[in-house]
């Protein structure tokens, strides 16, 4: 019987949870890097023993993390201990240089600072690790400051998509409470040049030549935190969201607003319908459902927590506007924890598995597309993401 | 032999236990030092010093023989007790309690 892994970044480590084609029965394997925050980890949907997990700290900096083994071992490419003295690896998995090269666009040397002043581009962290479609070498990272980077090496050595900071807008965006990340990356299945991206609080982006050149697509969002509402960027995305089947449809979870385009981002139209408030972080479709997309509301910007302390899932099978609460084995009083932007995800199992983790260290697993919940974990550290790969 | 002392993450991270002990040839400074370490432990490149700038990174500091060496050169000789090995060149993280 097929399984699933699911991958799960907290604040103090990372923790692999694995369990058969019933996700019944749970082993629960961690903590990893005990200690270090894991923003991410993502397999690779070419090698699915190739995992890659984002390893951070205020302290140490940045790491990259590689297993070859489905998160048996891990090491630090390029960071092996040399068996001659004097010896250097090529590469280091942890350097993260902004590209300053004439040759490759115009490097932004600012981007705006909370009160509106120019403020330096400086590194800080991976938010997010997204490996080919299909080849296992191959993997991008979203980091703060918003930045892309790809590896063409297993994360040996890492080169920023320079075009993307370049395009123009970049000295306008503006870093959300939790900083200026780049925290989505979702490859296109269907065409292998185009990607999408999304920043905070800068809004969606897209290349369709491979992450050369890029351009900003926020037409149809509307946000009253900025000077103009409907301005090209400075939109706080939240999230975004698509199917494999329809990769020119992508659902978003906004600041505040669920959102849906059916054109590739050249238009927006929101879609929050009847949910008891459009604010949060997570948004996910369903592995063979394209219409029917989850998202689970937090009460307000300035409180995140689920509305009246209950914690529900919305599930629209209608690709918006109309949503039902799933609430079977969640909390229903005084729940008072967050779901942070990339802690949920589905499995490709028949019955679709959709799974959550929260702040208050909880990974929630619905084997049924979101009928009935299970707690898988009750007491791990902060979940800041959840990635589930789906086992033969 | 130059002892050094890194915080607990550091040594995880490098698969070590307990107190480092490196060969520096003449002369022993801060930049030997951490040139050194990083040879001997790749994985550690980039989380005491930034790629780029060499600059310590903010929430590290730098301390030997009951001194805070932070601040100092990195080419400043170390005392000469981290050199002969009597006193270790200690690594410390900025203290996060409560």
Known sequence: MSGVRVLVGTKKGAFILTSDGKREKWDVQGPLFAGWEIYHMKGSPADPKRIYASQTSAWFGQMIQRSNDGGKTWETPGGEKMPQPGEFPSGANNKFVYDTSAETGKPMTTHQWYDGTPHPWEFKRVWHVEPSLTDPDKVYAGVEDAAMFVSTDGALSWHELAGLRGHGTGMKW????????LHTILLDPKNPNRIY?????????????????????????????????????????????????KPDTLFMQKHWDVMRTDDAGENWREVS???????????????????????????????????????????????????????????????????????????????????????????????????????????????????????? | MIRVEIPGHLKTLAHVDGELQLEVAAPVTQRTVLDALEAKYPMLRGTIRDHVTQQRRPYLRFFACQEDLSFEPADKPLPDDVVSGKEPFLVIGAVAGG
Request: glycine residues 12%; hydrophobic residues 30%.
């Open chain 1, 197 to 245: 991206i999304a920043i905070s609080s800068a809004g969606c982006f897209r290349t369709d030549d491979g992450g050369k050149t890029w351009k900003p697509i926020n037409r149809g969002l509307k946000s009253q935190y900025i000077p103009d509402p409907n301005a090209e960027v400075g939109h706080c995305v939240h999230r975004i969201a698509l199917h494999k089947s």
């Open chain 1, 174 to 181: 503006q870093p959300g409470a939790g900083g200026l990340g």
């Open chain 1, 273 to 392: 319908g009847n949910l008891p408030t459009d604010f949060g972080f997570v948004i996910d479709v369903h592995a063979h459902e394209p219409e029917t997309i989850y998202v689970v509301p937090i009460k307000s910007d300035g409180e995140h927590y689920p509305p009246e302390g209950k914690l529900r899932v919305y599930r629209s099978r209608t690709g918006g506007n109309e949503w039902e609460a799933l609430t079977k084995g969640l909390p229903q009083a005084n729940c008072y924890v967050d779901i942070l932007r990339d802690s949920m995800a589905v499995d490709q199992l028949d019955k679709c598995g959709v799974y959550f983790g929260t702040t208050g260290g909880q990974v929630y697993c619905s084997p049924d597309g979101g009928d009935n919940w299970q707690a898988i974990v009750h007491d791990l550290p902060a979940v800041l993401s959840v990635e589930v790969q789906t086992l033969p």
